[in-house]
């Protein structure tokens, strides 16, 4: 591929190489793209009166194709901890995982409920003997016997206290909702249309999250997993009449699989023996 | 896939300012709140003076994952120390702890700590104990990348015998200098003074600051220079 030529290195700046290769293809008829393809993640937690309230965004991406519309980023660390995670998703499932199961093992030796420096100080020891390799930057949120507790986890393991975070491509667009819009002592319903509105701005501004926003809220003794709070992306172009092939295919044989199967119960069928 | 990499692999540090000052009866531990990813802040109200016993605090500086961890193991070693020993650990095997987990590991590890407290037998004391390890007692420390701009202003300003008000005053302008002039500090200042009564925690925040040289003013029209206050002088 390389002809004989001295590789120069490319300067900085905006390259204006490909505004005349769009020029002659508009003057040739051809329309550009009306959508830019997402990748990233926008993931928030803020502190309200009554407790935590945990968002996120709900794409999941391959390089540049996505390869989920609608997964979970909200995971599950304890009845009353939960952590959100942006970077490599197998990095974030997996140690959310694993520091979710130490931390039942934990409950079991102790008999008490599940306080959310422990979940912390299990994923910084965790992420920090790996350097940053493991990179997995979380939303750790959570109210315990001490009270409500966020906190953000870098992928070197370090960690920050705050009353508002956000982490992912989109955290400097969710940020700037927070900076503007955050104050002490909100109310649930204050707390959710904020979170709501950040996480809004990273899927419309971040070239990096998109989809749906998902919202957790925790309080004391209790939680909400809100999931698909809040649908901005709907698909709006579907065909009423459905899929059908082309009349010159001859359909020779339909066969529909259910794809759950329906299982049948017997109440009070024989005891099981030893 | 440039911005991904730009905010969730760049290592976490705290470009910072750091002091400790040792003054008649005590320490003063001042930091600025900092911590920064590449050219983006993560935190603007972090809190870098991090407790190690009741009585020795520790300023930390560079790697934040670096320095949060060496902090946590030396508070757990010196929390078995004072259990073994039946009485509060000295300043001084706090920093010795501290000095040699960052000597041992100074191929790994990239912080700056500045380790200050008060016991009964030496009083108070600051130790500073830069990147390779090294410890070092002396009667004022500073670190961090805002630390440049201090030298001079500490060789002019510093003197033995302060009282603890004259000790704070001097650390929470020193902190506002670097802050003026050091773009990876900012923020607030945070101090926490140690002596025999106990531990004191106080908090500037960035509006109450100072302002210094070129630093504007808020003022209705920009030609409007002649009625503005001309800023303290440098001598104390």
């Given at each position: 591929?390389?002809?004989?030529?001295?590789?120069?290195?490319?300067?900085?700046?905006?390259?204006?190489?490909?505004?005349?290769?769009?020029?002659?293809?508009?003057?040739?008829?051809?329309?550009?793209?009306?959508?830019?393809?997402?990748?990233?993640?926008?993931?928030?937690?803020?502190?309200?009166?009554?407790?935590?309230?945990?968002?996120?965004?709900?794409?999941?991406?391959?390089?540049?194709?996505?390869c989920d519309k609608n997964c979970e980023k909200i995971h599950y660390m304890a009845p009353n901890i939960y952590c959100c995670g942006a970077g490599t998703a197998a990095d974030t499932e997996a140690v959310t995982d694993m520091v979710s199961s130490q931390l039942q093992l934990h409950r079991y030796h102790t008999g008490r409920e599940s306080r959310v420096v422990t979940a912390l100080t299990l994923l910084k020891k965790h992420l920090f003997n790996y350097q940053g390799h493991v990179q997995a930057a979380l939303v750790l949120g959570g109210v315990d016997v001490t009270g409500p507790h966020l906190h953000t986890i870098y992928p070197h393991g370090s960690t920050d206290t705050l009353p508002f975070a956000t982490m992912g491509s989109g955290s400097l667009a969710a940020m700037s909702v927070f900076e503007s819009k955050y104050r002490e002592g909100l109310t649930r319903d204050e707390g959710i249309t904020i979170v709501v509105e950040a996480i809004c701005s990273g899927i419309f501004n971040d070239l990096g999250s998109g989809s749906n926003v998902d919202v957790c809220v925790l309080t004391k003794g209790h939680k909400e997993?809100?999931?698909?709070?809040?649908?901005?992306?709907?698909?709006?172009?579907?065909?009423?009449?459905?899929?059908?092939?082309?009349?010159?295919?001859?359909?020779?044989?339909?066969?529909?699989?259910?794809?759950?199967?329906?299982?049948?119960?017997?109440e009070g069928g024989d005891a099981m023996e030893e | 896939m440039d911005l991904k990499e730009v905010n969730l692999s760049a290592p976490h540090s705290m470009g910072t300012t750091i002091i400790g000052v040792t003054y008649n009866g005590g320490v003063v531990l001042g930091a600025d709140s900092r911590t920064s990813t590449g050219v983006y802040v993560a935190n603007r109200a972090s809190d870098k003076i991090?407790?190690?016993?009741?009585?020795?605090?520790?300023?930390?500086?560079?790697?934040?994952?670096?320095?949060?961890?060496?902090?946590?193991?030396?508070?757990?070693f010196l929390?078995?120390?004072?259990?073994?020993?039946g009485q509060p650990a000295t300043v001084k095997v706090a920093a010795n702890l501290v000095r040699l987990i960052a000597y041992n590991n100074k191929n790994m590890l990239q912080t700056g700590l500045i380790v200050g407290g008060w016991d009964k037998y030496e009083g108070g004391k600051i130790y500073g104990i830069p990147l390779g390890g090294t410890i070092i007692e002396q009667p004022f420390a500073i670190g961090g990348s805002g630390s440049s701009y201090l030298y001079?202003?500490?060789?002019?300003?510093?003197?033995?015998?302060?009282?603890?008000?004259?000790?704070?005053?001097l650390v929470v302008k020193a902190v506002s200098l670097a802050i003026a002039r050091d773009g990876a500090s900012g923020g607030v200042v945070r101090t926490v003074i140690i002596n025999s009564e106990g531990v004191t925690r106080n908090f500037y925040p960035g509006d109450k600051l100072p302002l210094w040289h070129e630093e504007l003013e808020p003022q209705n029209s920009l030609l409007d220079i002649l009625n503005t206050s001309s800023p303290e002088p440098m001598n104390i």
């Open positions: 591929m390389s002809n004989s030529g001295i590789d120069v290195p490319p300067k900085g700046g905006f390259s204006f190489d490909l505004c005349r290769r769009n020029d002659m293809l508009a003057k040739k008829g051809v329309q550009p793209p009306s959508s830019f393809r997402k990748t990233g993640t926008t993931i928030v937690g803020l502190v309200f009166q009554d407790g935590v309230i945990l968002g996120a965004d709900t794409r999941a991406t391959e390089g540049p194709i996505v997993y809100l999931r698909n709070h809040l649908l901005p992306n709907p698909r709006t172009f579907v065909n009423p009449k459905g899929f059908t092939f082309p009349k010159k295919i001859e359909v020779l044989l339909t066969k529909i699989t259910p794809l759950k199967e329906k299982v049948e119960v017997i | 991090t407790q190690l016993t009741d009585n020795v605090y520790v300023c930390r500086s560079g790697s934040a994952a670096d320095s949060q961890i060496v902090s946590d193991y030396v508070r757990y929390h078995q120390h004072t259990i073994q020993l001079g202003f500490f060789d002019q300003a510093w003197k033995e015998g302060m009282t603890k008000d004259e000790a704070e005053q």
